[in-house]
C-alpha cells in the first residue's frame, strides 16, 4: 500500500523567513495530495492541495509543488508568522488498491519565532 | 453547514469498559473515514465507510474494534475492552466523494482516555 514520508520532524524559523516540508510516497498512481494544520488541540484543517495533473499551485503565501517522477511534493510557507505554528501534514490518496482513503505522513511541528 | 460533528468531544474509560464514538458527516457527505492520532503522532488511517458499507478496514485491530455507517444516524467506531494502549483522539472525516476526488473534512475529535 502506500506510503508516505515526511521531513522535517520539527522545524524552527525566525518570522519572516520562509518554511520548507517536504513528501515523498511510494506508490506511483497517487493522485491527489493534500496539506492539513493542525493547530494544538484541533482537528486538522486543509490549507492546500494539489492534482497530479499540475506541477505547482499557489494561494497567497502558501504553495506546493509535486514532482511526480521523482514521487515527492513540497509545501512552501513565506514570510512566516507566529499564526502559522503548527504541525503539518503531508497526504496522498487514489493509489492502486488504496479504495479511497486517505495517508498521512508523520507530520511537522513548525515553530515560528518572533 | 455545521460541519463534522463528533461526540462526545472527552471519553473516559476503565479498562474493559466499552468505548462508542460519534461522528455525524457534513450534510451531503456519504463517505465517512476514521483516523487514529497517538500523541505528539500522526493521523493513522483505521477504516473508510460508506451508508451501510464498510469500503477498507485495513487499519483497524482484528479484535474489539468495530465500525458501522447506517443508513440512518451516525457513524459509530466501537471499542470493547479497552486497553491504556487504545488512549488516544479518534478523528473522524467525511466528504462527498471519495478521498482521491475531493477533500476530507475533519470533526474535532474524540479524545479518549483508559485508566
Known amino acids: 500500500g502506500e506510503n508516505v514520508e515526511q521531513h522535517p520532524s520539527t522545524l524552527s524559523v525566525q518570522e519572516g523567513d520562509s518554511a520548507v516540508i517536504k513528501c515523498t510516497y511510494s506508490?506511483?498512481?497517487?493522485?491527489?495530495f493534500p496539506w492539513y494544520k493542525q493547530e494544538l488541540g484541533k482537528r486538522p484543517q486543509l490549507i492546500i492541495d494539489i492534482r497530479s495533473n499540475v506541477g505547482e499551485k499557489k494561494d497567497q503565501r502558501i504553495a506546493v509543488t509535486l514532482n511526480k517522477t521523482a514521487k515527492h511534493f513540497s509545501l512552501h510557507i513565506t514570510e512566516t508568522q507566529p499564526e502559522d505554528s503548527a504541525v503539518y501534514f503531508c497526504a496522498a490518496s487514489g493509489g492502486y488498491n488504496q479504495g479511497g482513503k486517505l495517508i498521512f505522513g508523520q507530520g511537522t511541528e513548525l515553530s515560528v519565532k518572533p | 453547514n455545521a460541519g463534522v460533528m463528533q461526540n462526545p468531544r472527552h471519553l473516559v474509560r476503565r479498562r474493559g469498559q466499552e468505548a462508542r464514538l460519534r461522528c455525524s458527516p457534513m450534510?451531503?457527505?456519504?463517505?465517512v473515514y476514521w483516523y487514529r492520532q497517538l500523541p505528539e503522532e500522526g493521523l493513522k488511517f483505521m477504516v473508510y465507510?460508506?451508508?451501510?458499507?464498510?469500503?477498507?478496514e485495513s487499519g483497524m485491530p482484528k479484535e474489539r474494534f468495530s465500525a458501522e455507517f447506517p443508513k440512518e444516524g451516525p457513524s459509530i467506531l466501537r471499542i470493547q475492552q479497552v486497553v491504556r494502549g487504545d488512549s488516544a483522539a479518534y478523528f473522524c472525516a467525511s466528504s462527498p466523494q471519495g478521498a482521491e476526488n475531493s477533500p476530507l473534512h475533519f470533526g474535532n475529535g474524540t479524545r479518549l482516555t483508559v485508566t
Open positions: 506508490d506511483s498512481a497517487s493522485n491527489y
Open positions: 465507510l460508506q451508508k451501510e458499507n464498510i469500503i477498507d
Open positions: 450534510k451531503g457527505h456519504s463517505h
